[in-house]
């Protein structure tokens, strides 16, 4: 069966527009909200839906995700509870489901039990950023995402010299996530001006996709990476909408974002 | 070199730091076979931070307990107080070496930062030490001593405002400014390579302590006690007995108030295997991988990770964990500075107190060391609080009415 992610990735290409990826972590900003916020961001115009399931101590997540994690642990959210958020969204919304993670909850939960239960839920790749290839031998983990049949997201940034983009090409699936800047995530007003030098080296070591994230937040933006990359991945600037909008209403600031995301 | 010690150690950091990690250890294993570095550095220490530091025998506490002959490695009579200063010696010679000019540590009891804070000066960086703000609460006079040296501090107030996220946030700031700074990561825990750099810094201890000893006793110490935060003490003093096999190595972690969820820092006993800060070791958490909140009457202790070397030496049956509660550490805080005159630190009073249980029921000729990692100087507030000294709290208040 043709993965969703492909299937979507080949339908931008056809379309000649640059697809929309949007986070959110799963218990924020409370768990019964990130349902409704992430079909909002669907409605928006979002290609992709990225899950993040939120950590202690999350080591590449600048501060305004660090306080979404923050507060959706103190609402109780759980790794099975996320999951059961991913299938939610998997069934519910006609968008490929990304999901987003810090190793030790994988680890946590048995590597191989959740590459199962993530496939299960619907998704169709993991974006692990602390899992480097070099500790593939003891973990095993793209091993089983390969077992389970979902797709190992692997993260490059500006300061990944040309043999570790390739290593990292090489067993990358679905598309390459390229941090914009070599730096934390949050939302920036301008793009690194090396970023176009960074992801034609990128383009010279591999064929799929490319999608990038951390410091992304207006159209402008969106729009300065078309030629370049086929995703925008928007994180950081979402969650300050929910921040800003308060109690109520999230929903369709969320939704009005996105779509200014898109058309301006 | 390859950052593993069995199951435990790695390097699980996001990609963006994987270069700089990689140029470090390029860096320091240039250096490590390099005599000139190898010379400053034993410069350093000894025009700088006062080594060797002394072996003192215990004479009046061995007689009291009536049991082993106990052994103080005095750590706490190096510059700034403690061994963290060792270590950051080496890392300022390395950070020298790869032409960077500013320094970012993270702190908990404050030892490690004033540590930094002080090579930063005496070595020309700029320097950056992250601190939660719980632990400057408890540590003031420290935070005030660095920036007398002139590093910044910067509180941190996410999660549990302590050690573990103070590294979380200089982790970060390396993240950002990879380009012209050092991450002076102040213990042996970490993405490789630090775990191993720093236990190689701190080797000097147990190599300085196997020789007293043997020149004082004529003999191997029976035991080696060292308390384990994130474990830089403990590595320094073990690694000079590791091969010892005769040699019980004994760490010793903070029991805290008690044996309940975040009470205590005792990764042995409530943590479970995990990956955080990039690396693979016991942690304190829940089931699902959540860090848990930790809790010590030492700021040094009060950490929910432990050094991945120390995992793997106690998997390999070769070093011991005990521990030590809150109050027994300031019994032992006492009877030190009643019976030999020296303040140990909180942190090393918990190595202290589990020798003070042990050396009754061991024979008279047995010798018993202690690495006695710092001095209690910096602890003034937290014991003079601990001891309710009514003419402290009054001078306290007196002082809050002149300002």
């Known amino acids: 069966m043709a993965s969703a992610i492909d299937e979507r990735c080949r339908a931008l290409r056809r379309e000649g527009r640059m697809g929309l990826m949007t986070h959110i972590v799963a218990g924020y900003p409370s768990p019964r909200k990130t349902v409704p916020i992430a079909r909002a961001m669907v409605r928006g115009g979002a290609d992709f839906l990225e899950v993040q399931i939120p950590f202690s101590d999350p080591l590449a997540d600048g501060p305004t995700i660090m306080g979404a994690c923050e507060r959706a642990l103190a609402n109780g959210m759980t790794t099975k509870k996320a999951l059961a958020i991913a299938s939610e969204l998997s069934s519910g919304t006609g968008v490929p489901i990304v999901l987003m993670a810090y190793y030790n909850t994988v680890f946590r939960h048995g590597t191989a039990r959740f590459c199962a239960d993530a496939k299960a839920a619907g998704v169709g790749g993991l974006i692990v950023p602390d899992m480097p290839l070099e500790e593939e031998a003891s973990e095993h983990f793209m091993r089983s995402c390969k077992a389970s049949d979902i797709y190992n997201i692997r993260v490059v940034s500006p300061a990944s010299t040309d043999l570790r983009l390739r290593k990292n090409a090489r067993g990358a699936q679905g598309f390459m996530y390229c941090t914009a800047r070599q730096g934390i995530t949050g939302a920036r007003r301008e793009l690194d ?5 960074y992801l034609r080296r990128i ?24 030629g370049h990359a086929e995703i925008a991945v928007v994180g950081s600037a ?15 600031a969320v939704e009005r974002f996105v779509m200014g995301l898109r058309r301006g | 070199m390859n950052g593993h010690f069995g199951e435990f150690g790695g390097r699980y950091v996001p990609e963006m730091l994987i270069p700089a990690l990689e140029e470090l250890e390029r860096t320091y294993s240039s250096a490590r076979s390099d005599p000139d570095f190898r010379k400053e550095f034993t410069h350093q220490l000894k025009s700088f931070a006062g080594r060797p530091t002394p072996l003192t025998f215990a004479a009046n506490l061995t007689k009291r307990l009536g049991g082993a002959r106990i052994y103080l490695k005095n750590e706490g009579l190096n510059h700034t107080g403690a061994h963290k200063i060792t270590h950051c010696i080496g890392h300022a010679l390395i950070a020298k070496r790869m032409g960077k000019r500013r320094l970012i540590a993270e702190t908990g009891a404050g030892q490690h930062g004033l540590a930094t804070a002080a090579v930063a000066a005496r070595f020309g960086f700029s320097c950056r030490v992250y601190m939660g703000a719980v632990d400057i609460e408890r540590q003031r006079p420290n935070v005030f001593w660095m920036e007398r040296l002139g590093a910044e501090v910067i509180p941190v107030r996410f999660g549990s405002a302590t050690l573990k996220d103070a590294v979380n946030a200089a982790i970060k700031d390396w993240i950002e400014n990879v380009g012209d700074s050092y991450y002076l990561l102040g213990s042996a825990v970490g993405p490789h390579p630090y775990p191993t750099m720093t236990r190689d810094f701190q080797s000097v201890v147990g190599r300085e302590a196997r020789r007293q000893i043997l020149e004082a006793e004529g003999k191997l110490p029976e035991r080696v006690a060292a308390c384990v935060g994130g474990g830089s003490n403990a590595m320094g003093i073990f690694s000079g007995f590791i091969r010892d096999s005769g040699v019980k190595l004994v760490g010793v972690e903070a029991g805290g108030t008690g044996t309940a969820d975040g009470r205590n820092a005792l990764r042995f006993r409530s943590g479970t295997v995990g990956v955080a800060e990039g690396y693979k ?7 699902d991988g959540q860090l848990s909140r930790t809790h010590s009457i030492a700021a040094g202790l009060d950490y929910a990770g432990v050094g991945p070397e120390l995992a793997y030496l106690r998997s390999r049956g070769r070093v011991e964990f005990a521990s030590a509660t809150d109050s027994e550490a300031l019994s032992a805080f006492t009877a030190l500075s009643r019976h030999e005159g020296i303040f140990p630190a909180l942190e090393s009073a918990h190595a202290l107190a589990y020798a003070m249980k042990v050396a009754p029921r061991m024979r ?7 690495n006695l990692s710092g001095r209690g100087d910096k602890d003034l507030f937290i014991v003079a609080r601990a001891l309710k000294d009514a003419g402290f709290s009054s001078f306290l208040r007196a002082e809050g009415r002149r300002r």
Request: cysteine-free; proline content about 3%.
């Open chain 1, 193 to 197: 001006p090396n970023l176009s030098s």
């Open chain 1, 203 to 226: 383009k010279r070591v591999s064929s799929i996709p490319i999608a990038v994230g951390f410091g992304i937040s207006s159209r402008a933006q969106v729009q300065a990476l078309s």
């Open chain 1, 238 to 252: 979402i969650i300050q909408v929910i921040e800003r909008q308060g109690r109520g209403g999230e929903e369709r």
């Open chain 2, 281 to 287: 070791s016991y942690f304190i958490q829940n089931r």
């Open chain 2, 364 to 370: 008279k000729s047995d010798a018993l060391l202690v």
